[in-house]
Structure formats: C-alpha cells, structure tokens
C-alpha cells in the first residue's frame, strides 16, 4: 500500500469491509467517477492503491482522480452485479465502460397498447408500456427497411390515426397500394389484423420457419374451403418472404436452436462489439456497438458488462450465447439472462468446432470494425492538411484552427452590410455566422465600413472574455486591411494575427509589409483562403439582398394610416404602382380602398412635400 495516501482515502480503505458490494469512487467536485463490483469490497477497492500495480492504467488514472470512496455492501456477488448495472445506468460515471457518446440507438416499436398496433421507431424503451421493442439496432437504415417490409408483407398500417374511428374513413394510398388493409375503413376486423400483426412479430423474433408453415396452414385451409383469393394472397406473401430470407441466409451450420453470438475487440480505448443472431440456421441480423473503454478494460470485462446491459433492454434472449471471451463471471451472467428470458439461458466460448468456427468469424468482424472505428477517429483528429499549410506560408506560431473571414457589401452606398463566417480545423461552422448592420457609416465607405464592424467584434469578444481567433482574414486590399489594423488598435489589441486577401491576383497581404505574399494557384493555403473569402463574400450578399427586397417592398403606402397589407395589395394590383396611385381621382380610390381610407391617402399626398 502507498505511504503518501489522501488522508480521507486512507481513513477510507481501512473501514472498507470485507463483503460483497459496490463501490464508487468521487473526484474533488464529488462527481461519480468510476463505479465497480467486488467479492470482497476490502480487498478489491485497496488493490487500487498497490504500489505494486503503479503500472496498470486504470490503477494510476483512479488513485490520481479519486478523493472520496463510498460503498454498498450486499448479500451476495449476483446482487453486487445487478446494482453495479444500475448505477452505471443512473450515473453514467466518466471512467466506466460506456456505449459510444451514451448513444440511444433506435428500437422499433410494436404498439400492442393500440387495438390496430402499428410499428415505429423509437429511441426510448420503457418496461411499463404493454408496448413490444425490437432492438437495438445500429443501421437505422437497415430498421426502416425492416418496417417496410412488415407493411409490404403484412400490410401493416402506417399512419397514425386513433383507431377504430367513430365512422369509417376513406382510405389513403396505402390500401390502394395493398401496404394496408385499411382498418380505418372497417375493412378488417380487429382479429383479423392483431394475426398479421402476430405474424409480423414472428418474423422480427427470427421465428422463419415457424411463421412458414403457419402460412403454408392458412393457404392450405383457404384453398380447401373454396377462398381462392385469400389462398391467393398467402401464397404472394409466401413468396416474397421466402425470397426475402433467402436473401439474408448466411449457412452456419443445421441447428434449428435460435442463438447469438457475441464478439469483442479492442484497440487501445476503443472496442467493437460485433452481435450475430442466428435463428434457424441462418444469420438473420449482424451488429456492431462501437464501445469506450477509458480505462483500457480487458476483453473480458467489456463483454460481460455489454451482455448484461443490452440484453436487459432487448426484445429477446435466446437459448444459448456464444462468447469470444470468459467473463469469469459466466455463471452470475447466465443467472441474469435466465431471469430476463424467463426460462434457460446458456453461456458458453466454445474452444473447438463448428461453434468455435462461428465465434472466430465474429471476432473476426470485430477486429475490422474496430480497426475502422480507430481510423475514422484518427482521421477526424487530424488537423487539415491545408490548415498547417497555411501555418508554414504565413510563419505562424500555432495552427490557425480558428478563422474568421469579414467581407463588406453595399448597393450604391445603401444597405450596407457585413459578414462573418467562422471556419475551425478548415471547416465551414455554420452555426457561428454572424451579419451585422452598418450603423455609422452613410454612402459608399468600405474603409469606414470594416472600421466599424471590427471594432464591434473585438469589444464583443473582449466583453466576453472570449478567445480570440487564430487569424482574421479580410476581403480586400491594403485599404481594407489598413482600417481593421486600425480598428483592433483602437480597441487595445495589437497582437491578433491579422491578413487580406484582394481578388484580382490572390494578394496576401500583412500589415506593416508593402509586398503582398504570391502563393501558387494549386497552393492549399491559397484555396483555403480563398474559400473562406468566397464564403464571408457569398454570406454578406445574400443578406444586403435580402435587405434590399424588403426595401423594394416599401414606400408612402405603409405610412398612410389604416392601410394594411390587403388594402395595399389591392391598390397596387389595379393602379400599377404607387406614383400612378398619386395620380388617381378620389371617385377611383373609393371604389378600390372605401370612402374612409381613399379619404385618408387624398390628405397623406395633400400634406406630403412637393419635390420640385
């Protein structure tokens, strides 16, 4: 044990009994770091604090972090496991075992609570609904398909009435379609649809060949009492999902025992979890749950942890689990399962045979996903390349992950406008756009005008006690550039990295340096500037035209008391425009506007100055 402990947690671990429980671990701001189960809490919880076992990284990030240890003692290790689960899920601590970004991946939603049920799409799974959840699944696309052949196969509705209605309601495209069979509509009875419905669901639990020879018994019983039609439309519906499945079959082997298989991978701090469902034989769902492990746990504990946490939100635990790593705790898991599914439930990593040969593919699958999972995010890390081009060409100190690009924009000294767009590690930020309208500034004054708008920017984000960007860039040449030096002066700012950029031959220039910087046409410093000119330019003049519309739109009528958007709608229409408004007889204005307000635009022109 180490001598130069935290008082409190020294004082700690010599109260911890020697029990099964639960501990978790508080950082200074008394957060819930970390939460994890032990045979003997005692043992298990001062194993972290072992001078022997510096090396171990989930050793040196939770001695150095923790600074408070609390514990639950319970009865047995089956009831520490369950408990530990629930609080993982209620706290979600930060060093624990965690689904990607605590992702909710979707469910599909069987509405068994509604007299004609429907199937939709949910991320949210509540044990207190009589509702049925199907998932989850990691290919949302992959679950819209399946809805979709549940309304092609079994012409499940997809709308989402409250039915039955008061009276039948004309059916939509649907039916007409045969994706419905329009219980809206009364054509089906509440019987009849809750069997399609139980057929779906026989298709969603991986039941095939059940559900085969269910139709094959309908289509034989329909035939034999002279309903040709129906019989008919069984043998569609056989057809195309025999099609269907023959699709997805993958040949692992003759069982007809529904199983899963459970893989894991690892590299670093992150691992797949790769799931395969075999139902009849066949394959008839692949899986994958990218998983954060920032204490780099052990293969082992990650699958125990993911096995009982999915299947205690999934719609199913079958028979038998085949597993690519001992849990070391196989018979407390299975315990667990065999709770949730009601009926026995086997835990088995097969060493040899046809099952070792699954649980290698599976493993196999994992070890790719993960190796994918390691790139993207390496490859999301890395800087633009374009972004340290840029460093290099300007001698900066620091990358210019931060730029942001201002740009003027007027019609004839009206409306005058300007941009800001944000681009980070090289990359467009939308959402930090920002316009702004020139307040002070009249006519045609782009110097003044970027004076202004700089000014605003910087006070803003020295009121704010914000970062500063990496580099501002401006449209323009020397004069521009000279008035946003002049501007981040004014307001006690001397060191911001600052630069212009004047379109006719891609200048850049610095201040206090007369000669511009030429970079080549193919330099990818060059393009990236050039697309964050091109933005702030695009950004600024889709606003002044915006302005400009509105302004378009007005004149003298919007000053004319009880004159509203119709009544001017109105006039317009008839008499063209406003000067031939001016020009109209007052018999004429009564006809169009009333007595009333052809009264009141007759005194607004009388009153109004004559231009000579």
């Known amino acids: 044990m180490e001598t130069n402990l935290d008082p409190q947690i020294a004082f700690k671990l010599d109260q911890l009994p020697n029990t099964p429980g639960v501990y978790l671990m508080k950082d200074k701001a008394g957060e819930t770091i970390y939460i994890g189960k032990a045979v003997s809490l005692r043992s298990r919880v001062r194993s972290y604090f072992n001078a022997s076992l510096q090396n171990h990284l989930a050793n040196q990030v939770l001695r150095s972090r923790a600074k408070d240890i609390e514990w639950i003692s319970t009865a047995s290790e089956m009831e520490a496991l369950i408990l530990e689960a629930n609080l993982v899920r209620k706290h979600s601590p930060r060093y624990n075992i965690n689904l990607k970004d605590d992702k909710h991946f979707p469910y599909i939603r069987v509405t068994l609570s509604e007299d004609f049920p429907r199937f939709l799409i949910t991320r949210r799974v509540t044990s207190k609904s009589k509702d049925v959840f199907f998932g989850p699944y990691t290919n949302s696309r992959a679950m819209r398909n399946t809805i ?11 709308c989402d009435l409250k039915l039955p209605p008061a009276e039948a309601i004309r059916p939509c495209l649907s039916h007409h379609i045969n994706r419905c069979d329009a219980p809206c509509a009364f054509l089906i009875e509440k019987d009849a649809y809750r069997l399609l419905v139980n057929e779906a669901l026989l298709l969603l639990k991986g039941k095939h060949r059940e559900l085969l020879d269910k139709l094959k018994a309908q289509m034989a019983e329909a035939s034999k009492q002279l309903r040709f039609e129906e019989a008919g439309r069984i043998r569609d519906q056989l057809h195309n999902l025999e099609t269907t499945l023959e699709r997805q079959r993958v040949d692992l082997g003759t069982e007809d025992q529904a199983k899963d298989i459970l893989a894991v991978a690892r590299i670093g701090k992150t691992a797949c979890v790769m799931l395969l469902m075999v139902r009849d034989g066949f394959v008839t769902d692949r899986k994958h749950f990218q998983v954060q492990c920032p204490l780099e746990q052990e293969e082992a504990e990650i699958i125990t942890n993911f096995a009982e946490d999915f299947y205690r939100n999934a719609g199913e635990v079958p028979r038998e689990i085949l597993l690519s790593h001992s849990s070391g705790e196989d018979e407390k898991l299975e315990a667990i399962l065999r709770e949730l599914r009601g009926s026995p439930c086997s835990l088995e990593v097969p060493q040899r045979g046809e099952k070792r040969r699954q649980v290698h593919l599976a493993t196999e699958n994992a070890k790719m996903m993960v190796a994918e999972f390691v790139a993207r995010k390496e490859k999301k890390n890395r800087l633009d390349y374009r972004v340290m081009a840029l460093q290099e060409d300007l001698n900066m100190e620091h990358p210019p992950k ?20 944000v681009f980070i590690d090289g990359k467009p930020a939308k959402k930090e756009y920002r316009h702004y309208n020139v ?8 110097f003044a005008s970027m004076h202004e708008i700089l000014s605003r920017r910087v006070r803003r984000l020295l009121d704010e006690k914000r970062e500063f960007p990496d580099l501002i860039l401006i449209d323009g040449g020397k004069g521009q550039l000279g008035a946003a030096v002049e501007a981040l002066r004014s307001q006690g700012v001397d060191t911001q990295k600052i630069i212009g950029l004047a379109k006719r031959l891609e200048e850049i220039f610095l201040p206090g340096i007369s000669d511009p910087i030429l970079l080549p046409k193919s330099s990818p410093s060059l393009q990236l500037l050039q ?26 009528l919007d000053e004319v008391e009880g004159i509203g958007p119709k009544i001017k709608a109105k006039l317009l229409q008839h008499f063209k425009s406003p000067s031939e408004i001016e020009e109209a007889a007052i018999d004429e204005l009564v006809i169009i506007a009333g007595v009333k307000l052809a009264t009141a635009i007759r005194s607004y022109l009388d009153a109004k100055p004559q231009v000579l």
Do not use: C, Y
Not at 402 to 421: K, M
Not at 439 to 446: A, C, P, R, S
Not at 541 to 555: A, C, E, G, N, V
């Open 439 to 446: 307040k002070t500034v009249q006519g045609i004054d782009d």
């Open 531 to 556: 697309q964050v000119r091109d933005e702030s330019h695009r950004f600024a003049i889709t606003f002044q035209r915006s302005k400009r519309k509105i302004t378009l739109t007005q004149s003298w």
């Open 402 to 421: 931060r730029i942001e690009g201002f740009d003027i924009s007027h019609l004839s000294g009206t409306n005058t406008v300007a941009s800001q767009v």
């Open 148 to 158: 979709k052949l549940m309304q092609k196969l079994f012409r499940i509705r997809d």
